[in-house]
């Protein structure tokens, strides 16, 4: 199933168009969703969108998405001041509010009516330079409101650290964004922010030269191993026979209510058989990669929903849609493993086309690569990929929640 507005068999046109982008906390765990519309789409309180939201609220497909956790949802005025207490009876859909509503005495006694009816309320970023009318309506809202961001992709060091402090002296906690490289992150640890989100959770940090812990070589020898063109279902039965761990995640998958098979499969050969050897190659891959616990874990949910986007916007044969999986989940390698991808790819022995997307973003997977990042960033200009994109998103990410609730779990 997927988010759509009413029922679970909507056409593209009536789901609806959000990315889920993570907010870290300090510990790099997941602190909060903050639900962004792409560009292209029409934020500014049409009320087809409106509609849209408040369905999405009101059958718990929203809440189903974030998996109930905590999520600052982008509101209009319109949205904001007409259905409040749509918004006040989900207590973990946070509302995001911008600048404009500064001196909206309207739209402000409904945010301090949210505020004492407990709902988290956040403050987008707003310009340095405000005139004193400006900078009192900014400090109302400040007043009224519990977090608020602070963008660091265009602030320099000084000009960062003086927007913080202004903040925390509201007692108003700072969420950083745009924080887009590994070292925008370095120079901001030891800040007195609350939560981190940008492009630096998908980028290995720099290093000079590159080596691996003999955990994750193993990890990659696992996967090498798997991803030998000869191997059947007997030989990857026999790979990981003696992972007892690896084999309880994988089978407690497959068996899953999720997929409802019609009978239950009791050993990695029959799945392979019944999914297909490529298909099983991919699973195991992501079981394997669940078992890390170095890097912040929306990393593998991130590539696990690339993942599932690719094969979904890949055509033609099976082979090619696995492919294109395993391109997708495999985009962030080098960042899971914190290595350069050239160095990463040394020990695997993937297939020419999946090497050029990985290595240089070129051959037949690139575009959908590039497709599905530009979704992830919320850079899709156009309406009828914005819709196509948005279905295939949203159970894109279901699956990827479902499977990666095994990836992640213990055997017991």
């Not at 030269?209 to 020898?221: C, E, I």
């Not at 575009?367 to 960033?377: A, K, N, Y």
């Not at 819709?387 to 213990?410: N, P, S, T």
């Given at each position: 199933m997927s988010v759509f507005a009413n029922s679970p068999s909507m056409s593209q046109a009536q789901v609806l168009p959000v990315v889920r982008q993570p907010i870290l906390d300090r510990q790099q765990a997941l602190f909060a969703y903050e639900l962004a519309f792409p560009r292209g789409s029409n934020t500014d309180g049409s009320e087809a969108l409106t509609g849209q939201t408040l369905a999405a609220i009101a059958d718990g497909s929203l809440k189903q998405l974030v998996r109930d956790n905590r999520a600052f949802l982008h509101v209009s005025r319109e949205l904001l001041v007409s259905h409040a207490e749509t918004l006040r009876q989900n207590a973990r859909l946070g509302v995001c509010v911008g600048p404009a509503l500064a001196g909206d005495e309207e739209a402000l006694t409904t945010l301090r009516w949210l505020k004492a009816s407990g709902c988290l309320l956040m403050l987008e970023d707003f310009p340095d330079s405000l005139d004193e009318e400006q900078s009192a309506a900014i400090e109302i809202l400040l007043f009224i409101v519990q977090y608020a961001m602070v963008a660091v992709d265009h602030r320099d060091v000084?000009?960062?650290?003086?927007?913080?402090?202004?903040?925390?002296?509201?007692?108003?906690?700072?969420?950083?964004?745009?924080?887009?490289?590994?070292?925008?992150?370095?120079?901001?640890?030891?800040?007195?922010?609350d939560g981190f989100q940008g492009k630096y959770l998908l980028k290995p940090e720099r290093v000079d030269?590159?080596?691996?812990?003999?955990?994750?070589?193993?990890?990659?020898?696992?996967?090498?191993?798997?991803n030998e063109p000869n191997n059947g279902p007997i030989e990857l039965g026999k790979i990981i026979r003696d992972d007892a761990i690896l084999s309880y995640k994988l089978l407690g998958c497959v068996n899953s209510a999720y997929f409802a098979l019609p009978r239950q499969l009791k050993s990695v050969e029959q799945a392979a058989v019944f999914f297909g050897v490529n298909r099983m190659r991919n699973w195991i891959s992501t079981m394997a990669l669940g078992g890390m616990d170095e890097r912040p874990p929306e990393l593998l949910r991130l590539a696990l929903v690339r993942a599932q986007m690719c094969e979904r916007l890949a055509s033609g044969k099976p082979a090619l849609k696995e492919m294109a999986f395993t391109a997708g989940?495999?985009?962030?390698?080098?960042?899971?493993?914190?290595?350069?991808?050239?160095?990463?790819?040394?020990?695997?022995?993937?297939?020419?086309?999946?090497?050029?997307?990985?290595?240089?973003?070129?051959?037949?997977?690139?575009?959908?690569?590039?497709?599905?990042?530009?979704?992830?960033?919320?850079?899709?200009?156009?309406?009828?990929?914005?819709?196509?994109?948005?279905?295939?998103?949203?159970?894109?990410?279901?699956?990827?929640?479902?499977?990666?609730?095994?990836?992640?779990?213990?055997?017991?």
């Open positions: 000084e000009a960062t650290n003086a927007r913080i402090e202004y903040i925390k002296s509201f007692s108003v906690k700072a969420i950083a964004t745009g924080v887009d490289t590994p070292e925008d992150y370095t120079r901001l640890v030891d800040a007195p922010v030269v590159p080596r691996m812990s003999p955990s994750k070589l193993g990890l990659l020898r696992l996967i090498g191993a798997m989940l495999f985009s962030l390698l080098d960042t899971l493993m914190n290595a350069p991808m050239s160095y990463v790819l040394e020990h695997l022995p993937l297939a020419t086309e999946i090497n050029q997307v990985l290595l240089e973003n070129t051959g037949p997977f690139a575009p959908i690569l590039d497709q599905v990042r530009q979704w992830e960033s919320g850079e899709v200009t156009s309406e009828e990929d914005i819709q196509k994109l948005a279905a295939i998103y949203f159970e894109a990410a279901q699956w990827a929640d479902h499977v990666y609730a095994f990836a992640d779990a213990a055997a017991s």
